[in-house]
T-cell receptor
Framework: GAGVSQSPRYKVTKRGQDVALRCDPI?????LYWYRQALGQGPEFLTY????????KSGLPNDRFSAERPEGSISTLTIQRTEQRDSAMYRC?????????????FGPGTRLTVT | AQKVTQAQTEISVVEKEDVTLDCVYE???????LFWYKQPPSGELVFLIR??????QNEISGRYSWNFQKSTSSFNFTITASQVVDSAVYFC??????????????FGKGTKLSVKP
């Protein structure tokens, strides 16, 4: 079946602009996660959802970052007033459930470059 | 606090050599899960294995094997008879059942494996 998809795959934006990154999880997966991966590093947790409820947003760096999953399926990660330090690969993952933790299946990522 | 350490930043081997990638973890939770992911040059993250803290049996899947030792908080990954297609960055990750991460994956920094023909 279809895996996790993300769009856009690449996004170049100017400093100060808002961006919205989209994630479409595997059908039927309850849990959806957002991670950020800097070059040469492992992914770092940002936030996650079970169905439409945001369970944990402790990894969001500041209040310019927000995420939603209004119908329990597709999710959007929004970064307002982007800064150069926001440049990274943003990855989405989904899993059947979060409790107990199952393997997470990752999308191809969105490469964000802020100029 | 939870943490995953992959001390080997880069490893280079010649095809057909065996190679072991080390992973050491820290957690206060008694129930936790360990994972390995592969990130080939194309960039995607590919799930390899999930083990829970109650199952210390070693696992073998083809040329891949995993050695889980709670006594040393390690979950090492061995590739036997390595092939060029094994060249990738390999990440070890931890997820706690009840602790702070509760389902989120805490990744190590990864080990870059280069297999030369």
């Amino acid at each position: 079946g279809a895996g996790v998809s993300q769009s856009p795959r690449y996004k170049v934006t100017k400093r100060g602009q808002d961006v919205a990154l989209r994630c479409d999880p595997i059908s039927g997966h309850v849990s959806l996660y957002w991670y950020r991966q800097a070059l040469g590093q492992g992914p770092e947790f940002l936030t996650y959802f079970n169905y439409e409820a945001q369970q944990d947003k402790s990894g969001l760096p500041n209040d310019r970052f927000s995420a939603e999953r209004p119908e329990g399926s597709i999710s959007t990660l929004t970064i307002q007033r982007t800064e150069q330090r926001d440049s990274a690969m943003y990855r989405c993952a989904s899993s059947p459930t979060s409790s107990p933790p199952y393997e997470q299946y990752f999308g191809p990522g969105t490469r964000l470059t802020v100029t | 606090a939870q943490k995953v350490t992959q001390a080997q930043t880069e490893i280079s081997v010649v095809e057909k050599e065996d190679v072991t990638l080390d992973c050491v973890y820290e957690t206060r939770d008694t129930t936790y899960y360990l994972f390995w992911y592969k990130q080939p040059p194309s960039g995607e993250l590919v799930f390899l294995i999930r083990r829970n803290s109650f199952d210390e049996q070693n696992e073998i899947s083809g040329r891949y094997s995993w050695n889980f030792q709670k006594s040393t908080s390690s979950f090492n990954f061995t590739i036997t008879a390595s092939q060029v297609v094994d060249s990738a960055v390999y990440f070890c990750a931890l997820s706690e059942r009840y602790g702070g991460s509760q389902g989120n994956l805490i990744f190590g920094k990864g080990t870059k494996l280069s297999v030369k023909p």
